[in-house]
């Protein structure tokens, strides 16, 4: 009877040895992922700096405009300014989701050839 309760921690001790190259892919990848998110939103906050000093900037220039039509075009400029940093974040944004998706690939590949995961 004692046998079968013997041979458990053995039989738990074997499965965890397993299943340990996944966990440590899992986090490897988990890491390569949130210093992805890192970079973007490091290269975000510095768009919105800039943003935020070029909105302030428009205001200002807006604010002495000689012509309704001089005001107009300092809210054009400024407004071509905010929507290059939208088009910035898009491509930052797919720039990161494809190194992400290089390296998980990579990875995987290397894992199920039997190489390092690393």
Not at 5 to 19: C, E, G, S, Y
Not at 41 to 64: D, N
């Amino acid at each position: 009877m004692s046998e079968p309760v013997t041979q458990f921690p053995n039989l738990l001790v074997h499965d965890i040895k397993a299943f340990a190259p996944a966990g440590v892919a899992f986090w490897q990848t988990e890491e390569t992922i949130l210093a992805g998110m890192k970079e973007f939103a490091e290269g975000w906050f510095e768009r919105r700096r800039i943003g935020t000093h070029a909105a302030l900037e428009a205001a200002k220039l807006i604010s002495q405009a000689a012509t309704p039509l001089d005001a107009l075009r300092e809210y054009q400029d400024w407004l071509g300014g905010a929507f290059a940093r939208v088009l910035e974040d898009g491509m930052a944004f797919q720039q990161q989701l494809t190194k992400a998706n290089a390296r998980i690939a990579s990875r995987q590949t290397q894992t199920e050839s039997g190489g390092p995961s690393i």
